[in-house]
């Protein structure tokens, strides 16, 4: 329940204050133009990068705004507060992350409508597509909302997430990206199910590694 009460606040200072919104929805834009850029004019071309630009794209604005999601609590003075309520912390990383969940789906929906829109990606299969970024969405905001708070005391917080987290998601992107090729292009669904158990591994992983890790770290 706290970690519910924690995901609706920052969710509503979020939407209040918009600048981490805006900005990432800027960048992302930012990224896919250029990307159009560099793999257009020809139809095929953008059809085949529409994919790799949809989760690249995604990635850098949630590491941006896992970022965000703690510096917060920093600005407001609120982290202590958190960390000084009665019983264990595990709530917090949950709140956190699910806070980082929602603004990934939110990101990610607005991402399917540019991408199809500029790199020519079919929504014919939308529902499969749907379920490759809920799954994949989960992955990523589960080690980004992890290593976000560990380094969120940190100076160079923002270039120490990226290196810390982008190896580890490594293996979500590019499970997620072969998912969406086969979506994409017509790949029996049975190939298509093969990506989602994997990215189901992961996650499973990654959120029970980081949930049972979490007060350990920020305590540290």
Known sequence: MRSWVLALRDLRLELRGRAG???AFSFIAVVLFIMGIAFGPDDANLRRAGPGALW???AFAGSMLASRAWAIEVENETLDDLLLTPGSREWIYAGKMLFLW?????????LLVLVAAWFQLPLERWPQ???TLLLGGTGYTAVSAF??????RLRARDVLL???????????VLAAVKATIGIAFG??????????KLLGVFDVVYLTLCY???PAVIEG
């Open 102 to 110: 929602i603004l990934m789906l939110l990101m990610g929906l607005f």
């Open 212 to 214: 049972l890790l979490f």
């Open 21 to 23: 919104l805006l900005s």
């Open 187 to 196: 790949a029996d669904f049975a190939e298509v199910v093969s990506w989602w």
């Open 162 to 172: 990226y290196l810390l987290v982008f190896p580890l998601i490594l293996p979500v």
């Open 147 to 152: 290593y976000a708070g560990l380094t969120v």
């Open 56 to 58: 690249v794209a995604l």
């Open 129 to 131: 597509l749907l379920v």
